[in-house]
Every structure is written in C-alpha cells, then in structure tokens.
C-alpha cells in the first residue's frame, strides 16, 4: 500500500460548481498535512496548509480526519484557473521529517 | 529573486554521459530536499539536507546518484552513466527546517536520456 494515495481523475467540472478531493494515508504517526497545487510543466506551489480543526482560505477548504486517516480539499465556484493538478503532502515528524507527496488529483475546470 | 534556484532547466544527454544539476535554496532555510517527478506520479522523494549534512537517501537512489551540499549552502545532484530510466523533472526545495515543512521549489531540470 502506497503512503499516500490519491485518485488521480481527471476530475471535470463546469464553472462555478463545487468538487472535493480525497487523500488518503497510511502512518497513522504523520502530524503535518498539506495540499499543493501544481500546473502543467511547474514545480508544485504551496496551497494551504491542513489544520486539525480543518481550515478555509477563500474559496477552498481543507479538513483532516485522523480516524479514518484522510484529509480532504474543497473548491467552491470553481474557475477556469483552478484547473491544474493537487498534490496531497503528509509529513511523518519524528525521525526523517520527509514530505511524502501523492500522485495528484487532476482537476480540469470547462466553461 | 529570493526564490529556489535550479540550473540548468533543461538536459539532454546520451545514455551513459554524466549529468550535474544545481540547486540553490532560499537563503534561510536549514533543509534541502531532492525530488523526481515523472508525468502523471508525485514527486519521489530521493534526499535530503539539514545544512550541509545528508541525513537520508531514499531507496530509489542508486550507486550512480550522489548528492552533496558543501557548506550548507547550494547543492548538487550528479548523476554517473545516465540511463534511460533516469529521464524525469528532478525537482530541489528548501524548507526552514523548523519542524513546519513547507517546501518552496525550485523550477526544475528536465533530464531527457536518449
């Protein structure tokens, strides 16, 4: 089993319409969690981070769920420019530190 | 530019050639990380840095792969008798190393092995 998985879409959806991802791990030791954001053919941006409490910033939403071992990532009124590809990032904070990245969601928002 | 520099962008090699990229992070970040992304996967974590000491290599990183990071400052990323295999964006980023990672990237070089 991967340490982190992701479903990798392609996920199409219209202007304006709400899609949600999941990302799911498996060290039930990871402590720090992030979502990425990266275009067609450049490095992987920072997006937010993910807070146990779960967090807005605009538009998005991120939640964790340390039970089921997930943390999820909301868009709402989806635009054009959201189209790209997110990256899920879970960080194990003992020993190595290493940020573990998923494959990626794709995300393909149309007119 | 306070960002992560990479050189050079873009590599084209004959198998079997030796390759070196640069990296050099954000000034005042503690840890370098090296990664490889090939289309369609997350980027593969290969080492990292706290400073100038390499603090793990991930099994991925053969014999031919050696990093180094002199003086805690940039890094290299050589690669000896390059193989196909070996085609892919390899990706450098720095963190503050202050137990909060968040990396900031670098722009990338895509290596392409003929």
């Known amino acids: 089993r991967k340490e982190v998985e992701q479903d990798p879409g392609p996920f199409n959806v219209p202007e304006g319409a709400t899609v949600a991802f999941n990302c799911t791990y498996s060290n039930s030791a990871s402590q720090s969690f992030f979502w990425y954001r990266q275009d067609c053919r450049k490095e992987p941006k920072l997006l937010m981070s993910v807070f146990s409490s779960g967090n807005e910033d605009g538009r998005f939403t991120a939640q964790l769920n340390r039970a089921s071992q997930y943390i999820s990532l909301l868009i709402r009124d989806s635009k054009l420019s959201d189209s790209a590809t997110y990256l899920c990032?879970?960080?194990?904070?003992?020993?190595?530190?290493?940020?573990?990245f998923g494959r990626g969601t794709s995300l393909i928002v149309h007119p | 530019d306070t960002g992560v520099s990479q050189n050079p962008r873009h590599k084209i090699t004959k198998r079997g050639q030796n390759v070196t990229f640069r990296c050099d992070p954000i000034s005042e970040h503690n840890r370098l990380y090296w990664y490889r992304q090939t289309l369609g996967q997350g980027p593969e974590f290969l080492t990292y840095f706290q400073n100038e000491a390499q603090l793990e290599k991930s099994r991925l990183l053969s014999d031919r792969f050696s990093a180094e990071r002199p003086k805690g400052s940039f890094s290299t990323l050589e690669i000896q008798r390059t193989e196909q295999g070996d085609s892919a964006m390899y990706l450098c980023?720095?963190?503050?190393?202050?137990?909060?990672?968040?990396?900031?990237f670098g722009s990338g070089t895509q290596l392409s092995v003929l």
């Open positions: 990032v879970v960080v194990v904070l003992e020993g190595s530190y290493i940020p573990t």
């Open positions: 980023a720095s963190s503050r190393g202050d137990g909060n990672e968040k990396l900031f």
